[in-house]
């Protein structure tokens, strides 16, 4: 049947007296000499075309073993038909390529009694489509130093094509030097290849300059500037040059609004993208998958999860991105609990699920989250065999972690088949969020022997690690061979942790000095680690000078009120207690409820000071109380350092 429909297929595509050679069983066949006839070297290149684009291997190589026997078309000494000849050589090689057959392709190559500029660059295409690099640069190095074929745009594109990595950028710039010994630097087609390359290499200067020396340019060019640009993570370039083109003649495409929109997602432009929202309503392509994926997008990391979700909600249809989107807008807006809630419904409903998706709910798992829920997911993952997707295998590492199975991490790093940097990552946090620091540096020497190289995030962890055990040095140590030896430059969250370590190790002017002498100018972040650490020493001092740091940088922070006020309550500096309580009352700032939960029977119990919200709360209390007076008669004295609520001066006294 397929074979019919193969030949039904070609007949729609060429004229019906080429189609004469294909007869069926009840059509008297024609004779081999009538073949000759029937077909010329432009339907011949025709229906190879067909074969190739296809996939009709076992077609093409058979038309291929036709015009072997009618070979009079294929003459090398007869010179009027030579171009004809190498048309159809050139499409047999095309045909090979692209049904991915390379060896037949380069059999027929090294055999072929003529050859052009044409031949060299489907066979150099054929290798770097096969990401086959050492074939292709070869034939490339070949056909140059041959000196008997010119170069043309398609062998300049083609080349450029494969240099789409940093690795490779020393090749853009070698092909660049070529493209103007050879004149083509104005070609349309050549620069647009060139602008790609570049931005895809990492080399966005060049790339640049490239786009800025083009005398032509057209929706191609500007689109592989614009999406360049967002790869590379200059968001407001992108966006500047998408605004820039809007006012030219270079009308944008479809792919030019979804580069936009993702540097509108990565500026957090909400006012631009709601305008780059309404041009593609005009030009009618909002319900395009690809473009409603990038406004959810948009609109998630923008804060504005409702539009997002309205976009959702009034899509036609669904694939796995657009469903990751809208549950990574749940996570990345703080509605954990709807993310999860979404994506079991999604399950419920027999909608198909990716790794993706599992690895972006896993994700919102936190303390606060039921451990039942979470081996539910793990169940799902062994059901669908995600077990091998390292992201999923990540997640599962810290949702265990964060729900108090250390155990259970351990368990789902020793099994993972292949393990990246996150892995390590999420492992060595495990064990310095459970306090096992000693733990976490063991395994960052044996992710050091496994050759896998360490990020700022490996780092952040073994500082966090060590600051818990109190191992000082061993931190700046870390610090000094991330910046030293990896050459990685430390954020405000690495200087925190150190601010950090030192002060839990009562080095408070050590830190302070620390600070001072930073780099960065410090962040609301180092400054609440000194802080804490003062709170942690009771040292009013220089408490009070993180403080009034924290104050000038963030004055509606509760944090920096109730720290002070906690370390003033540790001295017994009732007085200058109360006059931070004051302050923080007087400007309008109100202090965040703690919250404690316990986990019984799948359930996720809630709790705040005096809570008597839950329906067993009178039980709760009598226990509590029976619990407070067992721990008082055993000597049990309760700490009064840390009292946040006012006291008569009596109730002080005693």
Request: charged content about 20%; overall charge neutral.
């Amino acid at each position: 049947m397929k074979s019919v429909w193969v030949i039904q297929k070609l007949k729609s595509h060429l004229p019906s007296w080429v189609t004469s050679p294909f007869k069926t069983q009840n059509h008297q066949a024609p004779s081999s000499k009538s073949l000759t006839f029937v077909l010329n070297h432009v339907d011949i290149s025709l229906l190879l075309s067909m074969c190739g684009k296809e996939g009709y291997f076992h077609l093409g190589s058979s038309v291929h073993a036709s015009i072997i026997k009618n070979y009079e078309l294929l003459d090398p000494q007869n010179h009027s038909n030579f171009r004809n000849a190498l048309v159809i050589w050139n499409s047999l090689l095309t045909m090979y390529a692209k049904c991915g057959s390379y060896c037949d392709a380069a059999k027929l190559f090294d055999n072929l009694p003529m050859r052009d500029t044409v031949s060299w660059n489907v066979m150099i295409s054929g290798f770097l489509r096969n990401r086959d690099l050492g074939m292709g640069f070869g034939l490339f190095k070949q056909m140059r130093e041959s000196g008997l074929y010119e170069l043309d745009q398609a062998t300049f594109t083609t080349i450029l094509s494969a240099c789409d990595r940093p690795e490779l950028s020393f090749a853009t710039k070698m092909i660049h030097c070529l493209v103007i010994s050879n004149g083509f630097e104005q070609k349309i087609t050549v620069g647009n290849a060139l602008v790609t390359s570049y931005f895809k290499c990492g080399c966005c200067s060049f790339g640049r300059q490239v786009f800025d020396e083009m005398l032509e340019r057209n929706v191609i060019t500007w689109t592989a500037i614009i999406s360049g640009l967002v790869q590379n993570e200059m968001h407001e370039g992108s966006l500047s040059l998408f605004v820039k083109m809007r006012h030219g003649p270079v009308e944008p495409n479809f792919l030019t609004y979804l580069s936009s929109l993702m540097a509108c997602s990565g500026l957090q432009a909400l006012r631009e993208g709601r305008q780059i929202h309404g041009l593609v309503w005009k030009l009618g392509i909002q319900l395009d998958l690809c473009i409603e994926s990038a406004l959810m997008d948009m609109y998630s990391k923008c804060g504005s999860l409702e539009d997002a979700w309205r976009i959702f909600e009034s899509a036609i249809e669904f694939d796995e991105v657009s469903m990751t989107v809208i549950l990574v807008g749940f996570a990345q807006n703080g509605f954990e609990e709807e993310c999860i809630q979404f994506f079991v419904k999604m399950v419920k409903a027999g909608a198909e699920v990716d790794p993706n998706m599992v690895s972006a709910v896993l994700g919102v798992f936190g303390v606060d989250t039921s451990l039942g829920l979470g081996k539910q997911f793990h169940s799902l993952v062994i059901k669908r065999n995600f077990g091998s997707n390292p992201f999923v295998g990540n997640g599962l590492i810290n949702m265990y972690s964060k729900c108090g199975e250390l155990q259970e991490s351990t368990k789902v790093f020793s099994r993972m088949p292949w393990r990246n940097a996150v892995s390590w990552n999420s492992m060595i946090a495990a064990f310095a969020r459970h306090g096992d620091g000693f733990r976490a540096l063991r395994l960052y020497e044996e992710m050091r022997q496994e050759g896998v190289e360490p990020t700022d995030i490996t780092f952040l962890t073994l500082l966090h690690a060590c600051s818990h055990v109190g191992l000082v040095d061993k931190g700046m140590e870390f610090l000094k061979s991330m910046i030293e030896v990896y050459r990685i430059s430390p954020r405000a969250e690495h200087y925190a942790c150190v601010v950090d370590m030192l002060g839990r190790a009562g080095l408070l002017n050590e830190a302070r000095t620390f600070i001072e002498g930073l780099p960065i100018k410090p962040d609301a972040l180092i400054w609440q680690a000194l802080l804490g650490a003062c709170s942690i020493h009771g040292n009013s001092e220089v408490g009070k000078y993180a403080a009034e740091q924290l104050f000038l940088l963030e004055p509606q922070n509760p944090v920096p009120f109730v720290l002070l006020a906690n370390i003033y309550s540790s001295k017994g500096l009732w007085k200058e207690r109360a006059r931070t309580i004051k302050r923080m009352k007087e400007m309008g700032v109100a202090k965040e409820t703690g919250i404690s939960w316990i986990e019984i029977e799948k359930k996720v119990h809630s709790f705040v000071v005096e809570d008597k919200m839950h329906p067993q709360a009178d039980n709760i209390y009598g226990v509590l109380a029976h619990l407070f007076r067992l721990m008082v008669d055993e000597g049990n004295v309760p700490d009064k350092r840390f009292i946040l609520y006012y006291l008569d001066q009596d109730v002080k006294n005693n």
